[in-house]
């Protein structure tokens, strides 16, 4: 799927080894004339859209920092820390890596990769913060002989 | 090979030997593997490739990720003590460089695809540049926090296990207690050290720079080998404004009226608190003792240092350590890059090596993304 | 290999198909070989360096088993080897079995043989990076051979802290090693995955795929997903030896609990990474040498993904007694039993689709039904380890043992044996020794139950793993085990003669020996270089029954094209020829 964000216009292209290459080509060809910033393969940034994202993750950034320096949330602190920070992730990957342009499997393959991750970390943070409570009772025990 | 053709009954010819019958003189293009039918399958499968590799990236870092969430749970008071050495205008500063990177190596992709090779070029200089940018602020990080001491379990002489024993003992790196700095001290050093760094990284950029001209001259059809030469003789002078940016920072922050004239000086001015923070494991006398030889202040310093700081420290060094080769990766492929462009091998229908190195270089920028708050500004 | 392969170009095949060009005969000399970016040569380069990696490790299998002959009377008493001596022989066998043998095995050799061609592809994806990944391999085996020749290694295969950070074996060796190992993994996992997606040529769909195809692709799931961090704890345990950067090792108030889970979150994963392709191989020997189409295709297609996906939820079964919370024990536990639903449902289809085949002993065959029975018996004992009453008794003994090598030996490399039997003809175009080979797959059972069987028995009654030295009760089981290692090394030396002769004196192999309706039977044996000369007809990977055996031609020839002949011949000429399909 290719979507053409100034005029909204949706191409669909069958990339199952080009056997649509004709056909698609024919098409985007004729779309050419309405944009003149024009890949055969994939999709173009704009200059706007760039710059745009560009300022707002310098603004996140900026945020985050009078935030994690001035105010004092306590426990709520890392949770937002953390949003702020996922926020300017997400920009990152839709738009820098153009991932909101890109396939469905690309899409699915970065989501599997957080799934994993958070998998990993969860699984292992519920263990450690279970057995924790045996593992500081003996370095006390060990501490005071 | 038409879209309708019966899928029973179709055929795979993916060899070429009949493929030149269908009329597409792809095959005869430069850059377009044999084994590919069209640009556009050999893209895809670049792409593909370069997230499958990307989501390998991900989980290649849970692994620093999950050590530090686990660490970051179970004793949240060493974090907040330790967050205090960590200077946030460094981290700030650093931060936006490599978002501006991300913002130029985009733009480098879009230059790409449209065919723009002087804005190509342009935009992979620029990033580059700030790559190394960034590499010379962590050099002057790392050579603060060493002088300070501010290191990990191992090397550090500080370090009291919670089964009491001294560690340190065996590793590559230990440090001396007596040679910890504070104050004007940790600034002379830390001057020091990055005078050595800075006269080394001028010298490189000169003799490559001169390396690049040379070749440019003498033999022009060497031009790969020019611009690998320009890259780092850029890279080296990046570091060291990297490096100089860095002090520079610091005597702005000591300037605007900053109490502590270092970063482990807060150490010290953090001790007319210490009653009101959570308690905190107090390490044995026996260190302290050895901490105040040294230093006045430090004596009261040590008795709030909590266990594992060491610990903070090593997955501090870890997750930057990491991310830093990283970075020195993706300028290694950037160079690559750039060589190419400059040959001028990118054309709208082959810009794969950008995008997928862009790809690459932005995953570096999101892990920081996460590495910055979580490492700086948690306290 | 390549010369003896040369010298037999010059005699040209019988049946007048062959290609004047193979694989093998295109490009001579050295560099030929370790520039090719030809998939089929790099396979064969990786056959033999893992068979070389087998061989190292099964010679050090044997000094144990030879060791473990005569119990000891107290620690000075020594037989063959000192007490260390022995520590690093386990060490050294688990390390090279598993990271230099089992995990590349059947992917990287086989899978990069087959894969291409079975797909219809001219090659995979990425040919450069899969010849860098074989180089990684060579690179990873060198510093196995380094931490040989510099201390060696006595830590055993897991690398577990806070042994790994104080001994004074060469542990930063074998650990970059297994590092680099991993890479050479990941990017085959890798180019696989992009293979498979997008190199499909059109009429291959995704159910169109040989079974063998998506266990490879779900095998090359797991690589992607679990090797690195296999790849950052290896990381972090060279740091926490060379540097001490207190993350693992208790001394400096690091967590020896947290380097078990990052080391099992791969490494159970891995035993799937080692598993699934076996799965993949049985597939297709079970249908092909049952004469029937495959029974339950989907549900074996989908049973690998779930189980490569299960295989993520349960790497703390392996901690249940290292000091791991009570609750992560219970659900890990739980989720343990529920893997043994996809793997049961490939155990049922397989049967299903031997049930009224028509079954042929070929030694693919005899080592497929093998698998199956031994197998069964690694997954079955592999419930009692899951539960947690149970595994606080066995953990740590010859139970354990026993079962992961009824699963990795007797399920990995008796199918990775079938797998090398059947695609022998394909790979160098001659039949091995049919006999031979079915001796050495009746010596290998045999020889593996004597060897394994009696582990399960001294385990449940206590006798512990990586011990050179037992009490007397156990004697007469480990006299057992061993002469029963001495029998299963008889066969595989048997099964190696059967297809090296195969080499030089064996039948010419034609295109299809076996009557198997995959792609890459339609390609002459050996493969030409670029895999198909015309291009292969995609169509049910199991329509095995539209193939039937015409002796004149002494071929596997579509069933419709048999009639027409015969017909032909009769001078009969009804349509009924037309209504074959
Ligand atoms: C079919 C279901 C399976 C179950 C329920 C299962 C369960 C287990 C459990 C609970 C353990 C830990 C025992 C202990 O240390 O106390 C274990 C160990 C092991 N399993 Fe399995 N397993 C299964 C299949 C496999 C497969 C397919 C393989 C490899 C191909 C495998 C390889 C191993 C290995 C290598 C170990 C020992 C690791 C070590 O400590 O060195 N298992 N298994
Ligand atoms: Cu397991």
Redesign the interface.
């Known amino acids: 799927m290719k979507r053409f964000p100034q005029c909204g216009c949706v191409a669909s292209d069958?990339?199952t080894?080009?056997?649509?290459?004709k056909?698609r080509n024919v098409f985007m060809a004729a779309h050419a004339h309405d944009h003149a910033?024009y890949?055969?393969?994939?999709h173009?940034?704009s200059?706007p859209m760039?710059?745009t994202?560009?300022f707002l993750?310098?603004g996140l950034?900026a945020l985050?920092?009078w935030?994690?320096?001035q105010l004092e949330l306590g426990t709520w602190?890392?949770i937002i820390?953390?949003v702020?920070?996922t926020a300017?992730?997400s920009l990152?990957?839709l738009?820098?890596?153009h991932l909101r342009y890109?396939?469905p499997?690309?899409v699915f393959?970065?989501l599997?990769?957080?799934l994993?991750?958070s998998l990993?970390?969860g699984l292992?943070?519920a263990d450690?913060?279970n057995y924790?409570p045996e593992v500081s009772a003996k370095?006390e025990d060990?501490?005071s002989p | 090979?038409?879209?309708t053709?019966d899928?029973?009954?179709?055929?795979?010819?993916?060899?070429?030997?009949?493929g030149h019958g269908h009329g597409h003189d792809d095959h005869h293009e430069p850059f377009l593997?044999?084994?590919f039918?069209?640009?556009?399958?050999q893209?895809?499968?670049g792409?593909?490739?370069v997230?499958?590799?990307?989501?390998?990236?991900?989980?290649?870092?849970?692994?620093?990720?999950?050590?530090y969430?686990?660490?970051r749970?179970?004793h949240p008071e060493v974090f907040e003590y330790a967050d205090q050495f960590l200077s946030?205008p460094h981290g700030?500063f650093n931060?936006?460089v490599l978002?501006?990177s991300?913002?130029t190596?985009?733009?480098g992709?879009?230059c790409a695809?449209?065919g723009q090779r002087n804005g190509l070029i342009g935009c992979l200089a620029v990033t580059l540049f700030c790559a190394a940018l960034f590499l010379g602020v962590k050099a002057y990080e790392y050579s603060e926090k060493y002088h300070a001491q501010l290191i990990?379990?191992?090397?550090d002489p500080l370090?009291v296990?919670?089964?009491?024993?001294q560690?340190?003992a065996?590793?590559?790196?230990e440090l001396d207690p007596e040679k910890r700095a504070v104050g004007e001290q940790l600034e002379e050093r830390l001057a020091s050290t990055l005078h050595y760094l800075e006269f080394g990284m001028g010298v490189v950029g000169l003799l490559t720079l001169a390396a690049a001209v040379g070749i440019y001259y003498a033999k022009p059809e060497r031009i790969g080998l020019a611009v690998v030469f320009g890259a780092i003789s850029l890279s080296a002078i990046a570091i060291v404004i990297g490096a100089m940016a860095s002090m520079g920072i610091h005597h702005m922050m000591h300037a605007s009226g900053h109490e502590a004239t270092a970063d482990s000086e807060a150490e010290a001015a953090h001790m007319a608190e210490a009653e009101d923070e959570p308690p905190v494991h107090t390490a044995t006398p026996g260190t302290a003792e050895i901490a105040g030889s040294t230093h006045g202040a430090s004596v009261k310093a040590e008795l709030s240092r909590p266990?594992?700081l060491?610990?903070f420290f090593?997955?501090y060094?870890?997750m930057t350590g990491?991310h830093a080769l990283h970075i020195l990766g993706g300028m290694v492929v950037l160079t690559w890059l750039l060589a190419r462009a400059v040959k001028g091998h990118f054309t709208?229908?082959y810009?794969g090596p950008v995008?997928y190195v862009?790809?690459y270089w932005?995953?570096v920028?999101?892990v920081w993304?996460?590495l910055?708050?979580?490492l700086?500004?948690?306290? | 290999m390549a010369t003896i392969l040369e010298t037999r170009h010059a005699d040209v095949m019988p049946l007048g198909h062959a290609p004047q060009d193979n694989y093998l005969t295109h490009g001579r000399g050295f560099l030929s070989w370790a520039l090719t970016l030809d998939h089929k040569r790099i396979g064969v380069m990786y056959l033999c360096a893992v068979c070389s990696a087998f061989l190292l490790g099964g010679i050090f299998a044997m000094l144990l088993r030879t060791e473990l002959l005569m119990p000891k009377n107290g620690p000075e008493d020594v037989f063959l080897f000192t007490r260390d001596a022995y520590n690093q022989l386990f060490t050294l066998h688990g390390a090279i079995m598993v990271f230099l043998f089992i995990i590349p095995g059947i992917p990287a050799a086989l899978g990069n043989f087959i894969l291409p061609i079975m797909l219809?592809?001219?090659?995979v994806?990425?040919?450069r990076?899969n010849l860098c990944s074989f180089y990684l391999w060579l690179v990873g085996a060198l510093f196995f051979v380094l931490m040989l020749v510099t201390g060696g290694l006595d830590t055993g295969w897991t690398f577990y802290t806070p042994y790994s950070t104080s001994t004074s074996t060469a542990v930063v060796t074998a650990v970059f090693g297994a590092f680099i190992l991993g890479f050479s993994s990941?990017f085959t996992g890798?180019?696989f995955?992009?293979t498979v997606?997008?190199?499909r040529?059109?009429?291959?769909?995704w159910f169109r795929m040989p079974l063998f195809l998506w266990a490879i692709y779900s095998t090359a799931l797991v690589q992607?997903?679990?090797?690195?961090?296999l790849?950052?704890?290896l990381?972090?345990l060279i740091?926490?030896r060379?540097?001490?950067?207190?993350?693992f090792?208790?001394?400096?108030?690091?967590?020896p609990v947290?380097f078990q889970?990052?080391f099992w979150f791969y490494s159970h994963p891995a035993v799937y990474i080692m598993i699934l392709p076996a799965f993949g191989v049985i597939s297709e020997l079970i249908t092909t040498f049952s004469r029937k189409h495959i029974f339950g295709y989907r549900f074996i297609a989908y049973s690998s993904v779930a189980i490569a996906i299960l295989g993520f939820l349960v790497w703390a079964h392996h901690m249940f007694v290292s000091g791991q919370s009570a609750i992560s024990a219970m659900v890990f536990s739980a989720i343990t039993f529920t893997i043994s639903i996809p793997t049961a449902i490939k155990i049922f289809n397989w049967l299903a689709t031997m049930y009224k085949g028509s079954i042929s002993y070929a030694t693919p065959m005899c080592y497929a039904l093998a698998f199956i029975f031994l197998f069964t018996i690694g997954g079955l004992t592999g419930l009692p380890l899951g539960t947690l009453s149970t595994d606080i008794h066995l953990h740590d003994t010859y139970f354990v043992v026993a079962h992961f090598h009824y699963v990795m030996m007797g399920g990995t490399l008796i199918a990775f044996l079938g797998a090398l039997f059947y695609w022998w003809p394909k790979m160098f175009g001659r039949m091995y020794h049919e006999r031979l080979g079915q001796i050495s797959a009746v010596i290998v059972f045999l020889g593996f139950n004597a060897t394994f069987f009696p582990q399960f028995i001294m385990g449940a009654k206590g006798m512990p793993r990586r011990y050179a030295n037992y009490l007397p009760e156990y004697h007469a089981w480990h006299v057992a085990s061993t002469i029963g290692a001495y029998t299963l090394g008889i066969g595989l030396v048997i099964a190696a003669i059967a297809l090296i002769w195969g080499l030089y004196r064996g039948k010419r192999a034609p295109a299809n020996p076996w009557g198997s309706a995959t792609l890459e039977w339609q390609c002459s044996s050996p493969p030409p270089h670029?895999?198909?000369?015309?291009?292969?007809?995609?169509?049910d990977p199991y329509a095995i029954h539209q193939l039937v055996y015409d002796p004149d031609q002494s071929a596997w020839v579509p069933r419709q094209e048999k009639i027409v002949e015969s017909e032909a011949m009769l001078e009969r000429h009804t349509d009924a020829g037309t209504t074959g399909h």
């Not at chain 3, 040529?201 to 769909?205: A, F, Q, R, W």
């Open positions: 069958d990339r080894n080009g056997s649509n290459r056909q910033e890949n055969p393969i994939g173009v940034a200059k760039l710059l994202v560009f993750l310098v950034t985050t920092i935030q994690g320096t602190e890392l820390v953390l702020i920070a300017k992730a990152v990957v738009f820098f890596m890109d396939k499997l690309n393959a970065f599997s990769s957080l994993f991750m990993f970390i292992t943070l450690a913060v924790q370095e060990a501490a | 090979m038409s879209a053709a899928p029973s009954t179709a055929t795979a010819d993916p060899h070429g030997t009949a593997a044999h084994h039918e069209s640009w556009q399958q893209f895809d499968a792409k593909l490739g997230w499958a590799f990307l989501v390998q990236e991900v989980l290649f870092f849970s692994g620093l990720f999950c050590a969430a686990v660490y749970m179970l946030v700030a931060t936006v978002l501006f991300s913002l190596m985009a733009w992709v879009r695809m449209l990990w379990a191992g090397a370090t296990s919670p089964s009491g024993m560690a340190g065996g590793h590559l790196l266990q594992r060491g610990t090593g997955i060094y870890a990491v709208p229908n810009f995008d862009g790809l932005h995953l920028d999101l993304i996460y910055f708050p979580l700086y500004l948690i306290g | 219809g592809a001219k090659d994806a990425f040919p990076l990941i890798l180019n995955i992009v997606h997008t190199m040529p059109p009429g291959m769909t992607v997903l679990a090797t690195p961090v790849a950052i704890t990381l972090l740091a926490e060379t540097l001490g950067i207190g993350i090792d208790p001394a400096l108030g690091g967590d947290l889970h990052f670029n895999n198909f000369d015309a291009p292969p007809v995609v169509g």
